[in-house]
């Protein structure tokens, strides 16, 4: 089912895949091109090698080289942007390389454990989106967090000004101000 890969394309795919949402800096247009390049090929040197297979089998390669080259694009796209939004696509492309593989394995199968197989994968697919979603709206409610709690401390800080006069005051609301990212 699954084909042996060269080391070093090997290690290409598991680098693509480990760079993980705590990545801080992004990579370069060049870097950028040359790994896209280097997906592309992949793809179809594991394309290719699913050609001496047949029947389900087949299907199964060709949908686990799919999933790899739509993951480790995902992957680098997040790499190349940093955004958050790509982030989250790229759990959101695993999930469903996962469940697209698994689709296809169910397929050997018949009767009820073929439905089962299918409702299982269907399932899986389902909590591993919304494990997705979730981590998004977890990152939109620390964001927001973050926002209110600035907020909260600008108005203290701003209060705490009005004590004050003259000079004195303008540079505590100047000083707030620039701590607290008002404008």
């Given amino acids: 089912m699954t084909q042996s890969l060269p080391f070093k394309t090997t290690l290409l795919f598991a680098t693509l895949l480990a760079m993980s949402a705590a990545q801080a800096a992004t990579i370069g247009k060049a870097d950028y091109s ?3 390049t280097s997906i592309n090929t992949q793809y179809k040197t594991d394309k290719a090698a699913c050609a001496s297979q047949t029947g389900n089998a087949k299907d199964i390669c060709i949908a ?9 694009s995902a ?3 997040y790499s190349y942007t940093g955004k958050a939004k790509d982030a989250i696509k790229g759990r959101e492309a695993k999930v469903d390389a996962s ?3 698994a689709k296809e394995k169910c397929d050997d199968l018949t009767g009820k454990p ?10 899986a697919r389902t909590k591993g989106m919304a ?3 979730m981590n998004k709206e977890i990152g939109e409610a620390k964001v927001d967090a973050t926002q209110a709690k600035r907020d909260a401390d600008y108005k203290v800080a701003i209060e705490k000004c009005d004590t004050l006069a003259g000079n004195a005051k303008s540079a505590c609301v100047a000083s707030a101000k620039s701590n607290l990212g008002k404008t």
């Fill in 114 to 123: 073929k439905s089962l197989c299918v409702t299982e994968s269907k399932t």
């Fill in 99 to 101: 469940y697209i593989v």
């Fill in 131 to 133: 494990d997705a979603k």
């Fill in 64 to 72: 686990e080289a799919k999933g790899k080259e739509k993951v480790a």
């Fill in 75 to 77: 992957e680098l796209e």
């Fill in 34 to 36: 040359a790994n896209k």
